[in-house]
Structure formats: C-alpha cells, structure tokens
C-alpha cells in the first residue's frame, strides 16, 4: 500500500497546471481513440499496440531507475544546491525541496510504469477487445500510457535542466 503514498505525495508536489495540461492531453487523445470507428482494423491495431506496449513500458521502467540512480549518485555540485532548493510546497509539515520534487516524480513514474506493465500483461487474458466494454478500457489505458509518458518527458527535461543548470 506505501506505493498509495508515492501517488498522493507525487499529487500533492506537483504543479497543478503541468497535470490538468498533461491530464487534458491524455484525455483527448483517449478520447479520439474511443470514438475511432469499431472495426477488425481497429481491433488488430490494438492488439498489437497492447503487444508493443509491455516491451516499451520494460525499456521505460529501465531508463526511469536508471534515472533515478544517477539522481542519487552523482557528484554534482547543482544536485547538491537542489537539495537546499525549497520549492514553495510543503508536505507533512515540512518544506519540499526541489530534490525532494524530482524524487518523487521519479518514483512515481517508476512505480506507475510498473503497475502499467502489469495492467498491460494481463489485459489480454480478461478484456475482449471485440465488445464496448473492451474499447473502454482500452482507451483507459491508453489515457494512462500517455499520462505517463508526458510526466517522463516533463521529470527527463526537469534533470537535465538540473544537471546543466540552465533555467
């Protein structure tokens, strides 16, 4: 259950106008996958979307540790004035650094790629791409592959801003 954590430190830190954007994305691209016209085509194009998915989720989740291990292990002095940065937020009573931000991010990335690639592992087993309810959740999960791609890019472009020390 601590991975319930993650989500609601990673919602509470996080600026709201980057998610309701990132979130609206999500939702009309989805959206638009949902109003496709029902067909074999459409059925086979996903099949294969969901086939594809669980090996890009696995490079993913690879690149988002990977991340994540350079974040905390490197020797730079930026990273070392980021953990003295405050970013305005505080949580559980305490001020929230922009060390703090970037670790969650990554943490709930990792943890919600994760939880993707199971979602994405066993929806051939228990959803009928064929009926109404299986276009649904598909296009949920569509919605949530998207989120989380554009939280990924928006964590990447943070670091290495960080990194660089550009503004």
Same mark, same amino acid.
């Given at each position: 259950?601590?991975?319930? @954590?993650?989500f609601?430190?990673?919602?509470?830190?996080?600026? %709201?106008?980057?998610?309701?954007?990132?979130?609206?994305?999500?939702?009309?691209?989805?959206?638009?996958?949902?109003?496709?016209?029902?067909?074999?085509e459409?059925?086979?194009?996903? &099949?294969?979307l969901?086939?594809?998915?669980s =090996?890009? @989720?696995?490079?993913l989740?690879?690149?988002?540790?990977?991340?994540?291990?350079?974040?905390?292990?490197?020797?730079n002095?930026?990273i070392? &004035?980021?953990? %003295?940065? &405050? =970013?305005?937020?505080? @949580?559980?009573?305490?001020?929230?650094?922009?060390?703090? @931000?970037?670790? =969650?991010?990554?943490?709930?990335?990792?943890?919600? &790629?994760?939880?993707l +690639?199971?979602?994405? +592992?066993?929806?051939?087993?228990?959803?009928? +791409?064929?009926? %109404?309810?299986?276009?649904?959740?598909?296009?949920?999960?569509?919605?949530? +592959?998207?989120?989380?791609?554009?939280?990924?890019?928006?964590? =990447?472009?943070?670091?290495?801003?960080?990194?660089? %020390?550009?503004?």
């Open positions: 259950m601590s991975y319930l @954590l993650v609601f430190e990673y919602y509470k830190t996080c600026k %709201k106008s980057y998610l309701y954007i990132n979130l609206i994305i999500a939702l009309i691209l989805s959206l638009l996958i949902y109003f496709v016209p029902y067909n074999s459409f059925v086979s194009k996903a &099949e294969d969901i086939k594809n998915v =090996t890009i @989720l696995g490079i989740i690879g690149f988002s540790i990977s991340m994540f291990t350079l974040l905390n292990t490197a020797a002095p930026n070392e &004035e980021i953990k %003295k940065t &405050e =970013t305005g937020s505080t @949580l559980y009573n305490k001020p929230v650094y922009l060390f703090d @931000l970037l670790i =969650t991010s990554m943490i709930y990335i990792i943890v919600f &790629e994760s939880f +690639l199971i979602v994405n +592992l066993m929806f051939p087993f228990f959803i009928s +791409l064929s009926s %109404k309810f299986g276009k649904l959740i598909f296009s949920f999960n569509v919605f949530l +592959l998207i989120h989380i791609i554009l939280v990924n890019v928006s964590t =990447t472009i943070d670091f290495y801003f960080v990194i660089t %020390k550009k503004k």
